[in-house]
C-alpha cells in the first residue's frame, strides 16, 4: 500500500473503533456516561489530528498491527503530563480579563456621558435628540443602581452610606449621581421624611420640567422611588459630602505641586544654551554651579 493508503486505512480503523466506543457508551446509564466523557473528547481529537496529519509508513503500520489502536493511542495520551490545565487556566483568566476590560469600558462611556438637563422639547429643537435619549436611558440606570446600592447596604436598621454611595459613583460618576438625587428630592418637596438642607440643595440644581405633547413631567421617571425615603435622605447627604470631600482632596494635592519658578531656567534650558567661554581667561567653559 501507499503512505496514503496506509493512512486512510489506519484512520478508517480508528474512526470505526470510536463508533463502537460510542454505541456502548450511548447504552449506559447517564452517570457512567458523564465517566466517559472526557475519554470520548480526546479520542475524537486524535481522530481529527490523524485525518489533518500523515504518520511515516512504519508509524501506520505498527499501529494497524494492533487490536485497537484508537485505545492504545488514548492510553499513551493519559500517561503524558501535559499543560492542558494550563491552557484551561490560561483561557480562564483571558476570559475573565476580557469581561474585565468590557467592562471597564462600559463603565468609562456611562462616566464620560455628560448629563443632558434639557428637555425632550429643547432636544428636538436643537438636534440634540440622540444625546437626550442616551442621557435618559443613563440617569434611568442610575436611579436602579441607588436603589439597589441602599438595599445591598442596608442591614441591621442601619445604611452604610459610604459604602452605598461608593457603588454607585464608581459607575456613574458624581454629576449623573447628584443630578438623579436632585430630581428625586425636587420631587419629594412635601415628603417630610426628606430633610430642609437636602431640599434647598435640590433647589439650587438646575432641573427643567420635561412633557413631551403634554404628558406628565418626564422626570418622574428618574425618582428613586423603591426604597424609603428616609434612606434617599441619608444617601443624598452621603454623596453630597462625599463629593465634597474629594474636591477638598484635589484642591490640596494641586497646592503640593511644587511651582516652577518664572526665572528659574530648566535644565531643557540649560542644556540648549552655546557654551560661554567663563574662565579667567576666557580660554575655556566651566559648568555653572546649581541656581
Given at each position: 500500500m501507499t503512505s496514503e493508503e496506509l493512512n486512510t486505512t489506519l484512520y478508517q480503523r480508528m474512526f470505526a473503533e470510536q463508533e463502537q466506543f460510542k454505541a456502548w457508551l450511548l447504552t449506559q446509564p447517564?452517570?457512567?456516561?458523564?465517566?466517559?466523557?472526557?475519554?470520548?473528547?480526546?479520542?475524537?481529537?486524535?481522530?481529527?489530528?490523524?485525518?489533518?496529519?500523515?504518520?511515516y509508513d512504519e508509524q501506520a503500520e505498527a499501529l494497524l498491527r494492533s487490536e485497537s489502536p484508537l485505545a492504545d493511542v488514548y492510553k499513551e495520551f493519559s500517561k503524558q503530563e501535559t499543560d492542558y490545565m494550563d491552557v484551561v487556566l490560561d483561557s480562564l483568566e483571558t476570559c475573565a480579563d476580557a469581561e474585565i476590560a468590557r467592562e471597564q469600558k462600559r463603565r468609562e462611556e456611562l462616566r464620560n456621558t455628560p448629563v443632558y438637563p434639557y428637555p425632550y422639547e429643547y432636544a428636538a429643537e436643537n438636534g440634540e435628540v440622540e444625546k437626550y435619549w442616551q442621557s435618559r436611558?443613563?440617569?434611568?440606570?442610575?436611579?436602579?443602581?441607588?436603589?439597589?446600592?441602599?438595599?445591598?447596604?442596608?442591614?441591621?436598621?442601619?445604611?452604610?452610606?459610604?459604602?452605598?454611595v461608593r457603588q454607585v459613583v464608581d459607575v456613574f460618576g458624581y454629576d449623573r449621581t447628584l443630578y438623579v438625587l436632585a430630581v428625586t428630592v425636587q420631587h419629594k418637596e412635601r415628603d417630610g421624611r426628606i430633610s430642609h438642607n437636602n431640599k434647598e440643595w435640590a433647589k439650587s440644581v438646575p432641573v427643567f420640567e420635561d412633557r413631551i405633547d403634554g404628558s406628565a413631567d418626564n422626570n418622574r421617571f428618574l425618582v428613586v422611588d423603591k426604597v424609603n425615603p428616609g434612606l434617599v435622605d441619608l444617601f443624598v447627604r452621603g454623596a453630597r459630602r462625599a463629593q465634597a470631600q474629594e474636591k477638598e482632596m484635589q484642591a490640596e494635592k494641586a497646592k503640593t505641586i511644587p511651582a516652577v519658578a518664572a526665572d528659574k531656567p530648566t535644565i531643557l534650558e540649560k542644556l540648549k544654551r552655546p557654551l560661554q567661554k567663563n574662565s579667567p581667561n576666557n580660554s575655556a567653559h566651566f559648568p555653572e554651579p546649581e541656581l
Open positions: 447517564p452517570e457512567e456516561i458523564l465517566n466517559h466523557t472526557y475519554e470520548y473528547s480526546v479520542r475524537e481529537d486524535i481522530l481529527i489530528t490523524l485525518e489533518n496529519n500523515d504518520l436611558k443613563i440617569s434611568i440606570a442610575c436611579r436602579d443602581a441607588i436603589e439597589k446600592a441602599i438595599g445591598d447596604h442596608y442591614a441591621d436598621n442601619c445604611l452604610n452610606t459610604a459604602a452605598a
